[in-house]
Structure formats: C-alpha cells, structure tokens
C-alpha cells in the first residue's frame, strides 16, 4: 500500500478497502496521457513563476523518463500504489528526490483525472475513427465493383424490388460516415481543458491555464471549475456513438449470416475469417459476424452502466466516477477489434452475382415494374396491379417468374401486354429506372459514389 494522502490518518487503511477503493488496476492503460498533462502543468508552473527552471527541467526530464521506462518494460506499474497519478508521483520522486515533491502545486486529482481521461478518450476517437476510414473504404471499393451486380431488395426480410449490391452497401456507407461525423462531432464538444479546476473550486495560485490547454492542444480551458472535474458528459455521448457503430456492425453482422445461409449463398465468407464445427465435418460457420452481432451487448451495457452511475451524482467530484474507467475501456477494446474484424472478413467476402440475380427474379421484386409497365400505357394502376397480382399467382403455381411467362399468357391478362414487356421487367431496366438521387440506377449511384469518393479523400 502506498498512497499519497497518509497525513491525517492514523490507521492503516483496510486490505480489502484499499483495493476495493484502487484503480491502478485499470487506470494504469492512460499513463502516457497522465504523465503527458503532468508535463504541461509543469511547464506552465515554471512559466507562472511558481517552479524554478531548474525545477522544470529535471521534473521533466524525471517524467520523460518514466514515460520511456514504462513504454520499453524497464519500469513495471505496481499495484502497490492507489492509482496511476499515485504510481508516478511516487516514481517521480524516487527518481529526482525533493523537486518531484513539487509536481502536484495547484493540481488535485480531481482535475488531474478529467484532464487524463479527456486525453485518452479523445486519442481513442483518433484511433476508431482511423479503423474507421478503413472499413468505408472496404465498403466503397465493394461499391465501385458492383455497379451492376443486381440483387433483390427487401422489406419484412421479404423479397421487395430489385437493387444493385452498391445500392445496398451504399446503405452502410451512410452509416459509418454518420458514425464518423459523430465521433468527430464529440471530440469538437469535449475538447477543453479541466486542468486548473482543482478539486472543484479552482486554485489559489496564480495558474495559467490557457497555456495549459493550448499546450495539450485544447480549444480552451474549462470554464466552471466545478464541471471541470465532474463532466462526464463527454463519456456518455461517446459511449452513445459507440454502440451506435455497434448498431450498425451488428445490422450488417445479420445480413451477412443470412446472405452466407445455405439458403441463400449470396455471399462465401473467407476460411481465414470462418470456423469449423467439431462434430458436423460440412460446417463452415459464420462466427466472426456472430460475434460482432453478439459483443453489441456489451457496449450498450456500458453506455447503461455509466448513465446509471451518472445519475444523481451531487456536484462535483465523486468517487462513482471512476467507475467511468472500466466500461470505457471495454468498449473501446470491443468497438476498435470488432471493426478491425468487420473490415477484414468484408474484404476477403466473396459474392455470388449469380445467386443475387436468381434469388431477384425468383422473388417478383419486377413485379412493381410489370405494373409500372401497364400504366405506362394507360391502364389506371389499380387495374394494373390487380393483373399482375394474378400473373404472379399464376407463376407462383407452375412455380417460374415474371419472365418466364410467354406472350400468349401476359397478352390473355390484358391486351396492352407488347414483346417489349420482357425488356421492360428485365432487373437491368427496373434497376436503371431509378435515377432519383439515392437510387439505385447506375446514373443516380455514378453521382453518389463521386461524392463518396471526394468524401473519403477529404476524410
Ligand atoms: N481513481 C480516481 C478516479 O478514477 C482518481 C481521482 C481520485 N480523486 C479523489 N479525490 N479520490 O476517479
């Protein structure tokens, strides 16, 4: 046991209370971001007056020091101290004696704690948003090749009108781009510095924290010392975003287990991202989408847990907080993997145009056009849909499609029925049609994906 506030007490803390109190086990992943926002505080301490330059430079230099001990594996974090702002204080002052001692002047570890967590969240929205970039580019690239690979859309999971692949990926493009925007959204919110609020009413030292934020690439400092140290809104919004990427992967995950079904085989996920079953020797299962589908759980529970911890909190500072630490953490593991994951069996998935297009014709998602097709031609579209309605019954008997019927039967529904009704129902035509913007046809995605490319290189 090795804590920093002994002074007052005249017991030892209880074994079990002190680790049932530490958080060295978990806050032990942000020593870069704390050793990071100790290096600024000092700088500005030395600039403000309050430490000599001699101070600074060996503060620093003892600091830089541990950051590169712990980086190579020369310097372990023990569990022995309370927490990761205890651990290099401690350190600090093993290593350079008396002016280590002067490190914690005008800070508490209330700030200290916003400041870290701030630090090291807003590095990990960098990261995800990075993994990010790489699954939309996954995406579009599916998207250039398969202008014209055509597949039955669906509504209720029931076959609806025929669309291209690009169509219905450019759906998930949207997605991530908006989980994109989101995360950058966050990162424009959260960034000011809660450095210089103290335990929660500032200091009574003469701090320069505008320095101090601009330093650690802030916007600004905080402007409440009591939210300094109590905001955690910023955590909950990115917990938010996170599940809300989850939301998507796991969506997606769906999609894909079914597309990869015997049943359907719109898709052959790759052996590198499959697994095998031990008893059934023909089992090539999907386990990757599954698990994505699956670790969504976790990530809305943390969201969950950390709005039910956020919950009546009194201002400001309180220990409730560092249960922030854990959950964060989780799902930011869970979210960086599963999209690393995602954008690798995506890439390596094959696709079975052939399926696509059967399972489109198969499924009467021309239907709509057949209708489209008489209305053209002056049949009122009540009428018109009542006569397709009983071709696709009678289809549905001899078991063939819209396109498989001959002339003599369309022309027996309705005499309006020309040669050209082949042409017209053909899945390349409905699906070329549809040039309203964000349709499917091949003019309408052409202009789509020219804003989707200019979007990603301007990611
Ligand atoms: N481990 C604490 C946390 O994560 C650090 C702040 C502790 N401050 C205090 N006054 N006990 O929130």
């Known amino acids: 046991m090795a804590q920093l506030w002994g002074g007052r007490f005249t017991k030892e803390t209880d074994q079990v209370v002190y680790k049932f109190n530490a958080s060295i086990g978990f806050d032990k992943r942000f020593y870069a971001q704390d050793i990071k926002g100790s290096i600024a505080h000092v700088m500005m301490l030395s600039r403000q007056g309050i430490l000599t330059d001699v101070e600074k430079e060996k503060i620093i230099s003892g600091l830089e020091g541990i950051l590169d001990d712990v980086r190579q594996g020369r310097l372990a974090i023990s569990d022995k101290y309370e927490d990761i702002h205890s651990f290099v204080e401690a350190a600090l002052i093993q290593r350079i004696g008396e002016a280590g ?12 704690v916003a400041l870290d967590m701030k630090l090291y969240v807003r590095d990990e929205i960098r ?36 669309i291209t692949l690009a169509h219905h990926m450019g759906a998930y493009f949207e997605m991530f781009k908006r989980d994109h925007e989101r995360l950058n959204d966050i990162l424009k919110r959260m960034n ?51 599940s809300m990427i989850m939301m998507h992967l796991s969506r997606f995950s769906e999609e894909i287990i079914i597309w990869n079904s015997n049943e359907y085989q719109f898709v052959e996920i790759d052996d590198a991202y499959s697994t095998g079953s031990s008893i059934m020797p023909q089992k090539k299962n999907p386990d990757i989408a599954e698990l994505v589908r699956g670790k969504t759980g976790r990530v809305y529970g943390a969201l969950q847990a950390f709005l039910t911890t956020m919950k009546g909190l009194p201002l400001a500072y309180n220990k409730d907080m560092q249960e922030d630490k854990e959950w964060a953490f989780d799902a930011i593991d869970t979210v960086r993997d599963c999209l690393i994951l995602f954008a690798g069996m995506l890439g390596t998935m094959q696709f079975r145009p052939d399926r696509m297009a059967k399972s489109a014709k198969q499924g009467f998602t021309n239907a709509t056009d057949a209708a489209d097709y008489l209305v053209n031609r002056g049949v009122p579209f009540r009428d018109a849909h009542g006569i397709i309605g009983q071709l696709v019954l009678q289809c549905i008997e001899k078991g063939i499609s ?58």
């Open 101 to 112: 001692k002067k490190l914690h002047t005008g800070r508490s570890r209330n700030d200290q």
């Open 127 to 162: 990261i995800l948003d990075n993994v990010l970039e790489e699954l939309l580019h996954a995406i579009l690239a599916i998207m250039e090749e398969n202008l014209d690979t055509y597949m039955p859309g669906f509504t209720h999971l029931q076959k609806a009108q025929p």
């Open 402 to 459: 819209l396109d498989d019927l001959s002339l003599t039967e369309y022309q027996k529904a309705s005499p309006v029925f020309q040669l050209d009704i082949y042409d017209a129902i053909s899945l390349k035509t409905c699906v070329d049609k549809r040039i309203t913007t964000g349709a499917p046809g091949a003019w309408a995605m052409e202009k789509t994906l020219e804003v989707y490319r200019r979007y990603m290189e301007e990611y």
């Open 192 to 242: 000011t510095c809660p450095l210089g609020s103290g335990a929660l009413a500032g200091t009574t030292y003469p701090l320069d924290r505008e320095y101090t934020a601009t330093l650690l690439g802030f916007d600004g400092p905080t402007l409440n010392s009591i939210d300094g140290v109590s905001d955690r809104d910023y955590m909950i919004e990115f917990l938010s975003a996170l």
